[in-house]
Structure formats: structure tokens, C-alpha cells
């Protein structure tokens, strides 16, 4: 199998750290050169400790959930004859206690739209490459929480 490598940097910059006052704004990097500023999620630890505009790691999840179920959507789209011109989605996690009492990610929702050219998938036949995208998603496939699909009503 395959190995995935990120790296995390954090540095105290002299604040006092016993008394938890300190950023909590870190940078991500990937092995391909790109970084991204991270930080905690500000509903739990307030500005300025945690930066508004960085990505939290529950908003990383729901959107590795949401990318990996794309590229394999994209791939069963392509091999079922249809040309996605377009997609986009909206995919929001929700955090909470799960029946042991454990503050974890509860669900992960997924709310893809899809622009086709030429002829458009069925209802039906869209629904099964989201299930087949779904059922194939490693990152989905890994996670406690249900990850659910919703489609628009046509």
C-alpha cells in the first residue's frame, strides 16, 4: 500500500504556555509543496488563541471525506459514459457526543451537484454512482460516523 506524509509545524513564540494562552495557529504542509495554516476550531478555543481564517481538523476530515468521494464519482461517472463539465459540494461534519460519552465527528454529510454535458445520468442511475463512490471511499471507509450523501431534488 501507499504512504501519506504531512507535516505540522507549531511554535510557542515566547508566549507563556502554563497558562494556555498560547496560538494555537500551526502550518500543514504536504509532501507536494503545498501548506496550509491550521489552527484549532474557534468555537472551542476563542480568538486571537485560534485564527478564524486556517483551516481546523474538523473541517480538514469533512473535506478529505468530501474529495475522496468526488475523484472516485468522477472516475465511475467517467467510465459510465457521462462528461462532467462541473462539481461541486457543500459537505458540512457534525460534532457531538457519541453514545459512550466520546466527543468525536457524529456524522459527515455530503451535498454534491454535478454539471454534465450532453446526456445527464437518471435519477437512479446518479444515485448508484454516489453509492458506488461512497462504498469505494477509503477516507469514508475509515471513519466511525455515517457519511451520508444528499442529492437535490430534481
Same mark, same amino acid.
Do not use: Q
Given at each position: ?56 481538523? &474538523? %473541517? !480538514?476530515?469533512?473535506? $478529505?471525506?468530501?474529495? *475522496?468521494?468526488?475523484?472516485?464519482? +468522477? ?51 446518479? &444515485? %448508484? !454512482?454516489?453509492?458506488? $463512490?461512497?462504498?469505494? *471511499?477509503?477516507?469514508?471507509?475509515? +471513519? ?11
Amino acid at each position: 500500500m501507499s504512504k501519506h506524509i504531512a507535516k505540522i509545524n507549531w511554535s510557542r513564540d515566547g508566549a507563556i504556555f502554563s497558562d494556555a494562552k498560547y496560538s494555537r495557529g500551526h502550518l500543514i504542509s504536504f509532501d507536494g509543496g503545498v501548506s496550509i495554516a491550521g489552527s484549532s476550531n474557534p468555537e472551542g478555543v476563542r480568538p486571537p488563541l485560534s485564527k478564524v481564517d486556517a483551516a481546523d481538523p &474538523e %473541517e !480538514l476530515l469533512v473535506a $478529505a471525506v468530501a474529495s *475522496c468521494h468526488m475523484l472516485w464519482f +468522477l472516475d465511475f461517472t467517467r467510465k459510465a459514459g457521462f462528461v462532467i463539465n462541473s462539481y461541486e459540494d457543500n459537505p458540512h461534519g457534525r460534532l457531538g457526543k457519541d453514545e459512550d460519552g466520546v466527543i468525536r465527528i457524529t456524522l459527515v454529510t455530503l451535498v454534491p451537484k454535478a454539471e454534465f454535458e450532453g446526456k445527464a445520468p437518471t435519477k437512479s442511475e446518479l &444515485e %448508484e !454512482l454516489h453509492h458506488k $463512490a461512497h462504498e469505494t *471511499c477509503f477516507i469514508a471507509n475509515s +471513519l466511525k460516523c455515517p457519511v451520508v450523501v444528499e442529492l437535490e431534488a430534481e
